[in-house]
């Protein structure tokens, strides 16, 4: 800590940081514009001027823009020095000049910096009078609308663009005052994290065009806290809901997990929820039936002794409500069988090596990454951009010693160039990661498993060896070994997404080995497919495959199905075989999807932005999702179905199933301090989900019934469906929306409630992380190191391959993401494609059936196996097959599936 | 003395008050003949000024478009929370109320609404006669609401002035605003 003066009082600040973060970190205001905490500091927009005294004789002190000013001892500022802010009010005058006149119809009007900063600095009356400039628009794709004329030039959007997240279809053109940031032409912008120029742009600039479509201003909406549910890294977000439709998703910044930034993914993904076709009523083959008939029929099921199959999507309240209405014995996963096995190994050894699951702030700490198996910028974006940070600690470290300090954006960028650090991807295909990679070694998952185990081996001798691998395996194994060793923070990454069992316990294997090498915990961050799918593991289902099998024999007299497709997770005849067996077969859904169409009850449940409950992510972190909105017709929480239908248990509100979950499975013992109690209350009121400044009341409802709905009341959380109550001081897990007075702005206000800019939220992060290292676990190492696969004539080995628009279920039903997901295809490697003749579409036995599908050629596809995309719509359903036998289709599609 | 002075400072009282009553009646008695402030409503109808605060219209830009761009600032303004409107969009990019509801049995017609708009679509008017046996009846929408003309502001068209290009106005048509640049142009 120094001490700095400012305005003559003197404060205590952190060492090292800039004088903006500082001062905004003390709680003071000052006005910025080109300073992000994530970006750093370039000086570019000339807003947040101070001025500097030399020492306390110096009356007249000089000007300085506080971004670019370190914090040292005895500096001595002022901040309400006329000089400054009368430089400041000029700035903002000048940035005005051009600025159109059209707050009204811009949708960051209410939540705009620029506004705010205008405000702040007090320039009311326009005195130029020359010309605005004006600029063309462009159509930059579904998600993001382009007002250019809004521009202030600050340079925040091609900073975090292609500087933050690696995009390269964002520029500048033009030059002075005509700059202009777009595309080289009209077009979607490619990059999955395009969202965040939303509210990475102080004005109006860059705006949501999923919103705009159904705009509400930021004080009409109705938020909430929630997590987002389109992948398992688990990203906070704040859904707003206003008029019965779930208007927008944005990032809620945690300082441990996604800090300031979300994916396309999570952010637009939310259309599925405001989808025409949802499930609203409850259906007894095919017909509406009331609540209380479908409560009743789920009551009957459930004393014929059915068994319940859990959801990977579902909350931990709403999988452990089905695993105790049908028994632990009877509780099966509704994942993949292929899935269950490698979330199987996650949870043993989260739970019980030596190994530590880092968060992304971890992650972005990490100076040597390898990434084994999992092509991360698909399957959870999120964390690829936390690992895209990672590589640039070398520039950091380089910088460090040339006495640069770290938030120096532009210096350090200079200083490296494309300079980045270790990262090795072995992958199955090509992925998102492989441009950053300093190493990129593509192998068949088999072949990437051996590697991965000859890496532990390398590691460590007493880890099992690898033979019969070839020399170039063997010298990539030393060479990633060599670095790992040197590293101080290594960092094992991989996951579920290449579908082979033994990369999983490869990737667990390196980082024992790493962790018994440095006698401390190392790092290994596993991804897995859905946002509670560690969750549901945690509650020790069966795997899904032994319930299919238990139906053959005709034991199983009903099912209940919960918030899963079991076409997506098992082979179709094998599924239809089992709901044809089964008796009578309950589902639990909120939209419609093939099982649906097959279950002879289906009761309506609400999504997460209309239900409560507990997620936990890839990392371990158990957090609190709750309700922006009330569900949709005769839709209820799936935990309170399962709990009305249930002989014994009375639970009333989301507290009781919580405890009594954390009770009966000790991992979840401490998923009750997710957040605090439905009784906690500030000056005797809940939280409110609606700002202070909500409009409406009285009219929106108005033309239904004169009389104002009494708001509805929530047991089953500290948040209320009013305005009345303190949203500023709640604690960090209930926030329900950013706003603090005179910052508007999401992205910005958020510095009124963190610790210090751009660090932890005050209070802390939400959410409990359930696996802590165990610190000398003799882990038993993997000994099964599987073979390598010779090719066989005319069979090509399948390998997933991911898309962010299209492999996750629930986001491909979002309207806007529709236009983003690529058509259905398989990826052959161009000597394979020659070989089949140059075919346009291949015939591939698909689990008997006959399938054409257009086939692509890429050569990150390792020959001899054939990339298959995952979950994309039109795609065959069901897991892919391990191998395939394919030929050239006959023209005219003579093939197609039967 | 001091006795006489009292007598004649009470007798100067009640010649005050006596006179006092005369002048009133001459008053009461005046008016007899003067014309009347009140007029027999409702057969007669009083002149209200046009800045009387009465029923609420929306009203129309000179070219005939509807003036209100959905920006909620009416809404946010209002005391009582009686206004709800949803933004919607043309095709060329001009904003519109999908639906535009007063609660008039909720309005306190204080004319916030007026103050805050930024495109003088929302005007208060001299119309007070909204009285209504159904509470239901006082729930007024957007057909309710819009009028065919500009209300008391005849000029101003806020498109004209703000930048946001619409159908029939594009870039750099807007007031003080120069031509579009041409971003691929070497000159500096």
Same mark, same amino acid.
């Given at each position: 800590m120094v001490g700095i003066v400012v305005d003559g009082e003197p404060h205590e600040v952190p060492a090292g940081g800039n004088l903006l973060q500082?001062?905004?970190? +003390?709680?003071?205001?000052?006005?910025?514009?080109?300073?992000?905490?994530?970006?750093?500091?370039?000086?570019?927009?000339?807003?947040?001027?101070?001025?500097? $005294?030399?020492?306390?004789?110096?009356? &007249?002190?000089?000007? %300085?823009?506080?971004?670019? !000013?370190?914090?040292?001892e005895g500096l001595r500022i002022g901040l309400k020095a006329p000089a400054a802010v009368e430089f400041r009010a000029g700035i903002i005058e000048l940035l005005m000049t051009n600025h159109p006149h059209d707050c009204p119809v811009c949708e960051e009007g209410g939540e705009c910096h620029l506004q705010d900063m205008t405000v702040m600095t007090g320039h009311t009356f326009r005195q130029y009078r020359g010309l605005k400039r004006t600029h063309r628009n462009q159509y930059l794709g579904p998600f993001i609308n382009h007002e250019m004329n809004r521009c202030i030039a600050c340079y925040r959007c091609v900073r975090f663009y292609r500087d933050y997240a690696g995009g390269d279809d964002l520029q500048v053109f033009a030059s002075r005052n005509q700059v202009y940031f777009g595309r080289f032409e009209d077009g979607a912008l490619e990059n999955e994290f395009s969202g965040n120029l939303v509210e990475v742009c102080p004005t109006g600039v860059f705006t949501d065009r999923t919103f705009s479509a159904h705009f509400t201003r930021k004080w009409d909406l109705q938020t909430a806290p929630s997590v987002c549910v389109h992948c398992g890294v688990g990203c906070n977000t704040t859904p707003g809901e206003r008029y019965g439709?779930?208007?927008?998703?944005?990032?809620? $910044?945690?300082?441990?997990?996604?800090?300031?930034?979300?994916?396309?993914?999570?952010?637009?993904? $939310?259309?599925?929820?405001?989808?025409?076709?949802?499930?609203?009523?409850?259906?007894?083959?095919?017909?509406?039936?009331?609540?209380?008939?479908?409560?009743?029929?789920?009551?009957?099921? !459930?004393?014929?002794?059915?068994?319940?199959?859990?959801?990977?999507?579902?909350?931990? =309240?709403?999988?452990?409500?089905?695993?105790?209405?049908?028994?632990?014995?009877?509780?099966? /996963?509704?994942?993949?069988?292929?899935?269950?096995?490698?979330?199987?190994?996650?949870?043993?050894?989260?739970?019980?090596?030596?190994?530590?699951? @880092?968060?992304?702030?971890?992650?972005?700490?990490?100076?040597?990454?390898?990434?084994?198996?999992?092509?991360?910028?698909?399957?959870?974006?999120?964390?690829?951009?936390?690992?895209?940070?990672?590589?640039?600690?070398?520039?950091?470290?380089?910088?460090?010693?040339?006495?640069?300090?770290?938030?120096?954006d532009a210096a350090v960028r200079e200083l490296a160039q494309q300079v980045r650090g270790p990262l090795f991807v072995l992958a199955t295909t090509g992925t998102r990661l492989d441009e950053l990679a300093e190493v990129v070694v593509r192998r068949t998952p088999a072949d990437i498993a051996r590697l991965g185990f000859a890496i532990a081996h390398a590691l460590e001798p007493a880890a099992p060896a690898v033979s019969g691998l070839s020399d170039e395996d063997r010298q990539h194994a030393e060479s990633i070994a060599e670095?790992?060793?040197?590293?101080?923070?290594?960092?094992?990454? *991989?996951?579920?997404?290449?579908?082979?069992?033994?990369?999983?316990?490869?990737?667990?294997?390196?980082?024992?080995?790493?962790?018994?090498r440095r006698k401390q915990p190392a790092s290994v961050s596993f991804v897995v497919p859905e946002c509670n799918s560690l969750g549901l593991m945690l509650l020790d289902p069966k795997r899904l495959g032994k319930a299919l099998e238990s139906a053959e *024999?005709?034991?199983? @007299?009903?099912? #209940?199905?919960?918030?899963?497709?079991?076409?997506?997770?098992?082979?179709?005849?094998?599924? =239809?075989?089992?709901? *044809?067996?089964?008796?009578?077969?309950?589902?639990?859904?909120?939209?419609?999807?093939?099982?649906?169409?097959? /279950?002879?009850?289906?009761? @309506?449940?609400?999504?997460?932005?209309?239900?409560?409950? &507990?997620?936990?992510?890839?990392?371990?972190?158990?957090?609190?999702?709750? %309700? /922006?909105?009330?569900?949709?017709?005769? %839709?209820?929480?799936?935990?309170?179905?399962?709990?009305?239908?249930?002989?014994?248990?009375?639970?009333?509100?989301?507290?009781?199933?919580?405890?009594?979950?954390?009770? /009966?499975? @000790?991992?979840?013992?401490?998923?009750?301090?997710?957040?605090?109690?439905?009784?906690?209350?500030?000056?005797?009121?809940?939280?409110?989900?609606?700002?202070?400044?909500?409009?409406?009341?009285?009219?929106?409802?108005?033309? #239904?019934? #004169?009389?104002?709905?009494?708001?509805?009341?929530?047991?089953?959380?500290?948040?209320?469906?009013t305005m009345e109550g303190d949203a500023f001081d709640a604690p960090a897990a209930l926030r329900t929306y950013s706003w603090a007075p005179s910052w508007n702005s999401n992205g910005q206000s958020i510095a009124k409630f963190q610790d210090e800019v751009g660090g932890a939220l005050r209070g802390g992060d939400p959410g409990v992380r359930l696996f802590e290292p165990v610190q000398r676990g003799a882990a038993p190492w993997f000994t099964e190191i599987p073979r390598a696969v010779a090719a066989e004539p005319g069979v090509w080995l399948t390998v997933p391959r991911y898309h962010v628009f299209g492999s996750e279920a629930l986001s491909a039903r979002a309207e806007s993401v529709v236009e983003r997901i690529p058509a259905p295809y398989v990826a052959l490697h161009p000597s394979d494609l020659a070989r089949l003749g140059h075919a346009?579409?291949?015939?591939?036995?698909?689990?008997?059936?006959?399938?054409?599908?257009?086939? +692509?050629?890429?050569?990150?596809?390792?020959?001899?196996?054939?990339?298959v995309p995952v979950g994309l719509p039109g795609m065959p359903c069901g897991p892919c097959p391990r191998t395939l036998a394919l030929r050239k289709a006959e023209p005219h599609g003579s093939g197609v599936s039967t | 003395m001091a006795g006489l002075r009292q007598i004649a400072m009470q007798g100067r009282a009640v010649l005050g008050i006596v006179l006092s009553q005369f002048r009133t009646l001459w008053r009461v008695l005046g008016h007899t003949f003067t014309r009347a402030d009140t007029v027999q409503y409702p057969e007669q109808k009083p002149a209200l000024s046009p800045r009387y605060r009465g029923r609420i219209v929306l009203t129309r830009d000179p070219d005939g478009e509807e003036r209100c761009v959905a920006c909620n600032l009416c809404a946010v303004v209002c005391p009582v929370a009686c206004i709800a409107l949803q933004k919607a969009e043309d095709a060329h990019g001009r904003w519109y109320p999908e639906f535009f509801r007063i609660n008039f049995s909720r309005c306190?017609?204080?004319?916030?609404?007026?103050?805050?708009?930024?495109?003088?679509?929302?005007?208060?008017?001299?119309?007070?006669?909204?009285?209504?046996?159904?509470?239901?009846?006082?729930?007024?929408?957007?057909?309710?609401?819009?009028?065919?003309?500009?209300?008391?502001?005849?000029?101003?068209?806020?498109?004209?002035?703000?930048?946001?290009?619409?159908?029939?106005?594009?870039?750099?048509?807007?007031?003080?605003?120069?031509?579009?640049?041409?971003?691929?142009?070497?000159?500096?």
């Open positions: 500082s001062l905004l970190s +003390l709680g003071l205001d000052l006005p910025y514009f080109c300073w992000h905490p994530a970006l750093g500091s370039v000086g570019a927009c000339r807003q947040c001027a101070v001025v500097q $005294y030399r020492d306390e004789n110096d009356v &007249t002190g000089r000007v %300085a823009m506080a971004c670019m !000013t370190p914090v040292a439709t779930l208007k927008r998703v944005i990032n809620r $910044y945690h300082g441990d997990l996604n800090g300031y930034f979300l994916c396309d993914r999570g952010r637009f993904g $939310y259309g599925f929820v405001n989808c025409a076709d949802r499930l609203t009523e409850p259906m007894l083959h095919g017909q509406p039936v009331t609540r209380a008939e479908g409560r009743a029929r789920l009551r009957d099921v !459930t004393f014929k002794g059915a068994i319940g199959i859990g959801s990977p999507r579902a909350s931990l =309240e709403a999988n452990f409500a089905l695993r105790e209405l049908v028994g632990p014995e009877n509780f099966y /996963a509704g994942c993949a069988d292929a899935d269950y096995a490698m979330l199987d190994t996650i949870r043993r050894v989260l739970a019980s090596w030596p190994v530590h699951s @880092p968060s992304l702030r971890e992650v972005e700490g990490a100076d040597v990454v390898l990434v084994l198996g999992e092509d991360v910028g698909n399957t959870a974006p999120r964390l690829a951009l936390a690992i895209r940070q990672a590589t640039r600690n070398c520039m950091l470290a380089a910088a460090a010693e040339l006495k640069i300090a770290p938030w120096q670095a790992l060793k040197r590293a101080d923070n290594p960092l094992v990454v *991989s996951g579920t997404g290449s579908g082979e069992p033994a990369i999983v316990e490869a990737a667990a294997q390196i980082a024992c080995a790493l962790s018994r *024999s005709g034991s199983v @007299p009903a099912a #209940i199905v919960l918030e899963s497709d079991l076409f997506r997770s098992a082979r179709t005849e094998a599924v =239809e075989s089992f709901l *044809s067996r089964v008796g009578e077969t309950v589902l639990l859904d909120h939209s419609p999807q093939a099982t649906a169409h097959r /279950a002879q009850i289906v009761l @309506p449940v609400g999504t997460f932005a209309e239900t409560e409950g &507990t997620f936990v992510n890839g990392e371990g972190r158990a957090q609190r999702f709750f %309700a /922006a909105m009330s569900p949709r017709g005769a %839709a209820m929480d799936s935990w309170r179905w399962l709990a009305e239908a249930h002989p014994r248990h009375d639970w009333q509100c989301l507290d009781e199933v919580t405890g009594a979950c954390a009770a /009966a499975i @000790p991992v979840l013992a401490r998923m009750v301090d997710a957040a605090p109690r439905a009784d906690f209350r500030i000056d005797g009121l809940k939280i409110p989900r609606q700002t202070h400044r909500r409009s409406g009341r009285t009219a929106a409802s108005a033309h #239904i019934d #004169i009389r104002e709905p009494q708001p509805q009341d929530d047991t089953d959380s500290a948040l209320a469906f346009d579409s291949v015939e591939l036995n698909w689990h008997g059936f006959r399938e054409v599908l257009p086939v +692509l050629a890429d050569d990150t596809v390792v020959p001899g196996t054939i990339g | 306190i017609l204080c004319g916030l609404c007026e103050e805050a708009c930024p495109t003088y679509a929302i005007q208060l008017t001299p119309d007070f006669e909204m009285a209504e046996y159904d509470r239901r009846n006082m729930v007024y929408e957007k057909e309710h609401l819009l009028i065919d003309g500009p209300g008391k502001y005849h000029d101003y068209n806020f498109y004209r002035v703000a930048g946001k290009s619409i159908g029939g106005k594009d870039k750099g048509e807007a007031e003080h605003e120069a031509p579009p640049i041409d971003i691929h142009s070497l000159l500096p």
